[in-house]
C-alpha cells in the first residue's frame, strides 16, 4: 500500500505540479518579472513600429501595382512597332493583378484595359494626396475589407512624373500579402523582444539583481545573529544607489553591533551592581542602627553627628532603593481616569517633605482643575519633582505649583522653587538616566522617571526655566473632559 501511495506521489501528475510550482515561484520572482516586463516593452514598442511599417508596405504595394500597370500600358503602346501581340500584352496587364488600366497624358485619357468592376465595391488610392493619417485607416479597412472589393490606384509613374496611372486591382491580394507581412512582422518581434529580454535579464542581474539579492541575504543572515562578527557585510566599492545601500547597511551593523555589545556590557554591570546594592544595603541597614544610638546619645555634639550620620545613611539607602527600582522592567500602562489636579498635588507634596525635608509649599490650582491621568504615575511625577526642588534648597525655601496655560486639549503645570537653579553644564543631561540633576544626595533617576511617566500619558516634563530666583519645570498633562450635565428629573420639574 505504502509503495502504490509513494508511486501516486511522485507519478507525472506530482512532477506537473511541481513543475507548475518552480514555474509560478519563477514567475513571481524578481529575475522573472524583469525578464516578463523586457519582452513585454519590447513588444509594446515593436506594435508601435509595426503600424508605420505596415502602411508603408501597403504604399509600396499599391505603388508596385501603379508601376507594372505602367510599364504593360506602354508596351500596348509599342505592341506594333515591337512586334508585341494582344495576348502578351494581356499577360503583362495580369502580372500587374490589373483589371482596368487607364492613362493620362498631354491632356488625353486612354485606356489601355477595361474591365467591368461594380462601383459601389471600389476604393480610390490616392498615392499622390493621401495622408499619413488617411493611409492608417486605409490600412484598417483593408485588413476588414468583404470579398470581392477592389482599389483604384492613382499614382504617377516614376519613370514620367508628368503623366498619372489609373489602376483598378483586386484588393484580395493586398489583404493577403499584409496578412503575410504582419505574421513575418510578428515572429521577428518576438525574436527580437525575446532576445533583448534575455540579453537585458542578463545585464540587470548582474549589476541589479544580484547585488540586491546579496543585499537580502545579509539583511536575512544579520536578522536572525544580529551579534555574530562573522556575518559583517562587507560593501562592494560601488559608487552608485546600490553601492550606498551596501555601505549604510555595513555602518548599521556596526552600529548595531556596538549597541549589543554595549547591552551586554550593561547587563553584566547591572548584575553586579544589583548584588553589590544588595550587600551594601545591608551594610547601611546596621549603619543605620549605630548612627540612631549616637542621635540619641545625651551628649550634644555626638547627637548632632549621629544625626548628620543618619541623614547621610538615608540618603545612602534611597540612592539603592531608587538604583533598584530603575532597573527592574519598563513601567506599567497607564490606567486614565478623571483627576483632580490640586489634591492631587497637595498629597505628592507631602509626601516629599516627610521624605526629604520641609518647605513652604503653595498650591495655586483651582479647585475646579481636572486632569486625565495615571493616579499612581501622575503622584510619582510631582513627587520627584518636589523632592528635587526640596533637595536643591537644602531644607529652606518655598516650591509653588500653577496653571501656567491650556493648549490643544492638555493643560501645562508650572512647577517652581525658590533654590539656586539648574546649572548650565547640568541641563544637557538632565533628564538621562543617572545624569547630574544639580541636587544633592540624588540619583539622577527623578527627572529621567517623570519625564518617562508624563510621555507615557501623552505629556511631557520639561526645564522651562532656571536662574538666581530658581527654577521653573513644566508639566504638561492631558486635559479631562469635563462631564455631562444631568438633566433634570421631568417629574421634579412638574413638581
Avoid at 124 to 150: S, Y
Avoid at 266 to 280: K, P
Avoid at 463 to 468: I, T, V
Wanted: charged share 25%; with cysteine.
Amino acid at each position: 500500500m505504502s509503495t502504490d501511495r509513494e508511486r501516486r506521489t511522485t507519478g507525472p501528475a506530482a512532477w506537473m505540479q511541481a513543475g507548475a510550482a518552480r514555474a509560478v515561484g519563477a514567475v513571481r520572482s524578481l529575475p522573472g518579472k524583469l525578464l516578463i516586463f523586457s519582452v513585454l516593452f519590447v513588444m509594446v514598442a515593436e506594435v508601435m513600429i509595426f503600424f508605420p511599417s505596415a502602411s508603408s508596405f501597403r504604399t509600396e504595394w499599391l505603388a508596385v501595382r501603379a508601376e507594372a500597370a505602367h510599364l504593360a500600358a506602354l508596351a500596348a503602346e509599342t505592341a506594333e512597332a515591337d512586334g508585341l501581340s494582344e495576348a502578351r500584352v494581356r499577360e503583362l496587364l495580369a502580372g500587374a493583378d490589373a483589371v482596368a488600366v487607364a492613362r493620362v497624358y498631354g491632356g488625353v485619357n486612354e485606356l489601355v484595359l477595361g474591365g467591368e468592376v461594380e462601383v459601389s465595391n471600389l476604393i480610390v488610392a490616392n498615392l499622390m494626396r493621401e495622408t499619413l493619417i488617411e493611409r492608417q485607416i486605409a490600412l484598417w479597412g483593408t485588413f476588414f475589407a468583404p470579398e470581392g472589393r477592389h482599389i483604384r490606384i492613382v499614382a504617377a509613374p516614376r519613370t514620367r512624373p508628368d503623366e498619372q496611372i489609373s489602376v483598378i486591382v483586386p484588393e484580395a491580394g493586398l489583404r493577403d500579402d499584409l496578412i503575410a507581412f504582419s505574421v513575418r512582422i510578428f515572429w521577428l518581434s518576438l525574436f527580437i523582444a525575446g532576445v533583448t529580454g534575455v540579453l537585458l535579464y542578463g545585464v540587470l542581474m548582474v549589476i541589479f539583481v544580484r547585488p540586491m539579492r546579496r543585499l537580502a541575504m545579509a539583511i536575512t543572515a544579520f536578522q536572525k545573529d544580529p551579534g555574530n562578527p562573522a556575518l559583517a557585510f562587507t560593501p562592494s566599492g560601488r559608487r552608485d544607489e546600490i553601492g550606498e545601500a551596501e555601505t549604510a547597511l555595513a555602518a548599521m551593523q556596526d552600529e548595531v553591533r556596538a549597541a549589543f555589545r554595549q547591552r551586554e556590557r550593561l547587563a553584566a554591570l547591572g548584575g553586579a551592581v544589583a548584588r553589590i546594592n544588595h550587600d551594601l544595603r545591608n551594610v547601611l541597614a546596621s549603619a543605620q542602627l549605630v548612627s540612631d544610638r549616637l542621635a540619641m546619645s545625651q551628649d550634644s555634639r555626638v547627637a548632632n553627628m549621629g544625626a548628620r550620620l543618619v541623614r547621610a545613611v538615608d540618603r545612602g539607602v534611597r540612592l539603592c532603593q531608587e538604583t533598584l527600582e530603575f532597573g527592574r522592567a519598563q513601567e506599567r500602562a497607564p490606567v486614565f481616569s478623571r483627576i483632580q489636579l490640586r489634591p492631587a498635588l497637595d498629597e505628592a507634596a507631602g509626601d516629599a517633605m516627610a521624605a526629604t525635608g520641609r518647605a513652604d509649599w503653595d498650591n495655586r490650582i483651582d479647585d475646579a482643575l481636572a486632569v486625565q491621568a495615571d493616579p499612581d504615575h501622575l503622584h510619582r511625577i510631582f513627587l520627584n519633582l518636589f523632592r528635587n526642588a526640596i533637595q536643591a534648597m537644602e531644607g529652606g525655601g518655598a516650591v509653588s505649583a500653577a496653571l501656567a496655560r491650556e493648549e490643544g486639549g492638555h493643560v501645562v503645570i508650572a512647577v517652581s522653587d525658590t533654590g539656586p537653579g539648574v546649572p548650565d553644564h547640568v541641563r544637557e543631561t538632565l533628564f538621562e538616566p543617572f545624569g547630574r540633576s544639580g541636587a544633592k544626595g540624588g540619583a539622577g533617576l527623578g527627572l529621567s522617571i517623570a519625564r518617562e511617566l508624563a510621555r507615557a500619558m501623552g505629556g511631557d516634563v520639561i526645564l522651562a526655566d532656571s536662574g538666581a530666583a530658581g527654577a521653573v519645570f513644566e508639566v504638561t498633562l492631558r486635559a479631562a473632559q469635563e462631564p455631562p450635565q444631568r438633566s433634570a428629573d421631568p417629574v421634579n420639574r412638574a413638581s
